[in-house]
């Protein structure tokens, strides 16, 4: 399989606290992208990071990028109840089929 | 930002009957379609690239002929589920990208339940 780990499985948080999660990818990338999904609906892009960057900020989301361990972090500022979803890393393939894989997910749980 | 439509959201249907789903990128042309299939509380599979004008590759293990996807044009693609079975209830999501190495527009998703 190509889907590589993330980790933790699930995190519950009080609002206010830092939340982190972490990803490993098992083939090289084009660019490694964060979505998050709220239960039974679509996903929603956060952040993508390419493979020559080494981290990204969006708001109260940063993003790091280590390509010599295969990992990647997420890193979610002052959570809110609203941050309550999961979050999905997707690597994204070097070759021409473009291909798009997700890896096992973080269920985040905000408690107010 | 782009948007990508998905219909049906939800279907029921009788053991036997065939299932067709649709994704539509509204604003923009989409180079290429990916169609996912997630499990409660589980990450996304990827069934198949769609790419307009040609057909569909398929992952390992994922059968052409129970999942059929047609890219008719740069701004639709379907996903028909052929005989469906109850082992065939999911969560069906469309995905599009504009270009290589872009992130992806999502559908929000296809609930189906085969009884």
């Known amino acids: 399989s190509q889907q590589g780990e993330e980790d933790p499985q699930a995190l519950s948080i009080q609002e206010g606290e830092n939340a982190t999660m972490n990803c490993s990818y098992k083939t090289s990338i084009n660019n490694l992208q964060w979505y998050r999904q709220n239960s039974g609906r679509g996903l929603v892009h956060l952040i993508l990071?390419?493979?020559?960057?080494r981290e990204k900020h969006s708001g109260r989301l940063r993003v790091t990028l280590d390509t010599s361990k295969k990992s990647s972090s997420l890193l979610i500022t002052a959570s809110r109840a609203a941050d309550t979803a999961s979050y999905f890393c997707a690597q994204r393939g070097k070759t021409s089929y473009d291909k798009v894989i997700f890896g096992p997910g973080t269920s985040l749980s905000v408690i107010p | 930002g782009a948007v990508v439509s998905q219909h049906p959201s939800r279907v029921i249907c009788k053991s036997g009957t065939s299932v067709k789903i649709e994704c539509r990128s509204l604003?923009?042309?989409?180079?290429?379609m990916f169609w996912y299939r997630q499990f409660p509380k589980q990450s996304l599979m990827l069934m198949a690239t769609s790419n307009e004008g040609s057909k569909a590759t398929y992952e390992q293990g994922v059968e052409k002929d129970k999942f059929l996807i047609n890219h008719a044009s740069l701004t639709l693609s379907t996903l028909t589920v052929t005989s469906a079975h109850p082992e065939d209830s999911s969560f069906y999501i469309c995905s599009a990208s504009i270009g290589f190495g872009e992130k992806l527009f999502f559908g929000s998703g296809t609930q189906l339940s085969v009884l």
């Open positions: 990071i390419r493979s020559n960057e």
């Open positions: 604003d923009f042309q989409a180079t290429t």
